[in-house]
C-alpha cells in the first residue's frame, strides 16, 4: 500500500482533491491511502507517508519540506496548479505514483 500525504495552509482545501483522488485509485485497482493536513502538522506525518505533496500556495515552503522528508527518504513535489484548481484527482494521483517510481 502507498501512502500519499497532501499540505495545504489550513488542511481543508484539499478535502476535495483527496476523494478525487480516492475515485482515480478505486478505478485503477490501486491500494493506496491518501490524506490531507494542515501545513503544521504536515512534519508530523511525514513519517507515515511515502510521498508528499504540498499545495501551490505552498510552494515557498518547498525546500523546508524537502529538508525534513530528506530524512526519511520522502520525495517531496507541489501540485500542478491547474490539476489543483480543477480538483483533477486522476492527474494528482499520476503525479503521486510518478514521483514513487
Not at 25 to 32: M, Q, R, T
Not at 34 to 53: C, P, S, Y
Not at 76 to 94: F, N, Q, S, T
Request: hydrophobic share 50%; proline share 3%; net charge neutral.
Amino acid at each position: 500500500m502507498k501512502h500519499i500525504l497532501l499540505a495545504c495552509s489550513s488542511g481543508m482545501s484539499t478535502s476535495l482533491l483527496v476523494s478525487k483522488m480516492e475515485e482515480a485509485a478505486s478505478a485503477k485497482g490501486l491500494d493506496v491511502k491518501i490524506w490531507a493536513v494542515a501545513q503544521d502538522k504536515a512534519f508530523t506525518e511525514l513519517g507515515k507517508a511515502n510521498v508528499l505533496l504540498i499545495g501551490p500556495q505552498m510552494r515557498f515552503l518547498k525546500k523546508k519540506f524537502e529538508k525534513a522528508a530528506a530524512e526519511e527518504g520522502i520525495p517531496v513535489d507541489v501540485i500542478d496548479p491547474v490539476a489543483y484548481g480543477r480538483v483533477d484527482g486522476e492527474a494528482v494521483l499520476d503525479k503521486a505514483l510518478s514521483l514513487l517510481s
